[in-house]
């Protein structure tokens, strides 16, 4: 992921499709497109 992808996912924005991201436990998931990102804590 570069950082403009980076700057999308932080605003919660899918850097895939634009559209919002929604947050489920440690990751974040596009509900259109099936993009994700979890986060390893
Ligand atoms: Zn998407």
Known sequence: M???DK?????GICPVCGN???HKEACVECEFC???LCEES
């Not at 700057?7 to 605003?11: G, T």
């Open 20 to 22: 919002k991201l929604a």
């Open 7 to 11: 700057e999308l996912v932080d605003r």
């Open 2 to 4: 570069n950082d403009d």
């Open 34 to 36: 099936g993009w994700a």
